[in-house]
Each structure stands twice: as C-alpha cells, then as structure tokens.
C-alpha cells in the first residue's frame, strides 16, 4: 500500500526554523496537505494544495514541494508550535493517506 | 459557524456492535465528502474512508473495507461509523471530518473525536 515518510522527530530552538519532510513516490501526481495535532486535541490543517494557507493559520507556516517530497517549514518556530505534524495526500480518487507523522520539538 | 459534532465515548465488550456519529451544522452537509480517522493510543492519523452525503458514494481504505461500515443520513446531517463485531483492537480515538469544497482544500474542519474503549 501507498505510504508517506517523515522523520519521527525534529527538534528546534525558539526563533529558529523548523523543516518537516514527507516523501512519496505519487507526491508529484496529487496534492499534499499538512496537520498540526497538539496532545489530546483534533488535527488542525496549517496547509493545503501543497503551499496554500488557510485563514487564521500564521504566516509563519509555509510549504513547498519538489518532485516525490514536500516540505513543511516554519519559520520563527515559538513554544506553541510544539506538536506532531502529519502529512495527507491522495492516493488515487477521494483515496488518502497520511504520514507517519513527526514530533516537533521547541528546546 | 461550521462544526461537526461526534457522540460520547463508548465502552464495549468484543463482539459487540457500535454505531458512531457525526453531526455537521454551519454549512451544507450534502455538498461536503465526510472522512473518518481512527487515532490508536499513541500512535498516528490512519485514514478509514470518506462519505460524499448526497448520494452516499462512499470509498474506502484498502485496510478498513470489510472492517467498518460509513454510513450518512442527509436528512438528518449526520455521518456514521459502524462495527458489526468489535475487537479490542479498535480501541482508539475516532475522527470525523469536512473535504473541503474543492478536492484540492484538504481537510478543513474536524470533529472533536470520539473514544472507543473494547474491553472484555
């Protein structure tokens, strides 16, 4: 079955910047959408259509994607971005998957 | 203000049935594809099917077709998610949540989750 990988942690100090990856060999067919789920909270999406934001999400929070991997960013990271983070993209028609997710950490 | 609103925390022996819910208000509920996300203790976001309300054309992962059942009543703006025989293994956190208009909009509102408890 389909899979998207990221790194199970990444660790950053405040101010710093913060990359999150995700690889997946039909990454260059389908859009990939970003996650942000802080403890014992729902997911919240921070990103659509690979860079889009949605309104009310900091400026802070950017994304990009090149070939099999996109790429979340962000930049200026503060102690409230402390969260996992989950990658989702399709895996063919009304079909997704998500990442295997990533701890960011704010030292 | 566009919400979705899961029942209550479940507790069930194995074998038994569940039928979960998931209320939408705020919006057009039959214009909107309703997808579950099941959440196991620690772990991460697995994706379970997606419900477009009106017509009922529902797909499915490949790991929860014959597992679990996606259900909606439009008339009544509500998705379901359904066992018919519970394992301890479906002990988890359930979520439902709003595609967005576009395919392309992700997933822009969640439910609250619900928590599903089997154990004998």
């Known amino acids: 079955s389909y899979e998207l990988t990221q790194p199970p942690s990444v660790s950053v100090s405040p101010g710093q910047t913060a990359r999150i990856t995700c690889s997946g060999d039909?990454?260059?067919?389908?859009?990939a959408y970003w996650y942000q789920q802080k403890p014992g909270q729902a997911p919240v999406l921070v990103i659509y259509k690979d860079s889009e934001r949605p309104s009310g999400i900091p400026e802070r929070f950017s994304g990009s994607s090149s070939g099999t991997t996109v790429t979340l960013t962000i930049s200026g990271v503060q102690a409230e971005d402390e969260a996992d983070y989950y990658c989702q993209s399709a895996d063919s028609s009304e079909t997704y998957v998500f990442g295997t997710g990533t701890k960011v950490s704010v030292l | 203000e566009v919400q979705l609103v899961q029942s209550g925390a479940e507790v069930k022996k194995p074998g038994e049935s569940l039928k979960i819910s998931c209320k939408g208000s705020g919006y057009r509920f039959t214009n909107y594809w309703i997808g579950w996300v099941r959440q196991m203790p620690g772990k991460g976001l697995e994706w379970m099917g997606i419900?477009?309300?009106?017509?009922?054309?529902?797909r499915y992962s490949p790991s929860f077709q014959g597992q679990v059942t996606i259900s909606a009543d439009k008339s009544i703006t509500t998705a379901y998610l359904q066992w018919s025989s519970l394992k301890a293994s479906d002990t988890a956190m359930y979520y439902c949540?709003?595609?967005?208009?576009?395919?392309?909009?992700?997933?822009?509102?969640w439910g609250q989750g619900t928590t599903v408890t089997v154990s004998s």
């Open positions: 039909a990454l260059p067919k389908h859009y």
């Open positions: 949540a709003r595609r967005g208009y576009r395919a392309e909009d992700g997933m822009d509102v």
């Open positions: 419900i477009y309300p009106g017509d009922s054309d529902t």
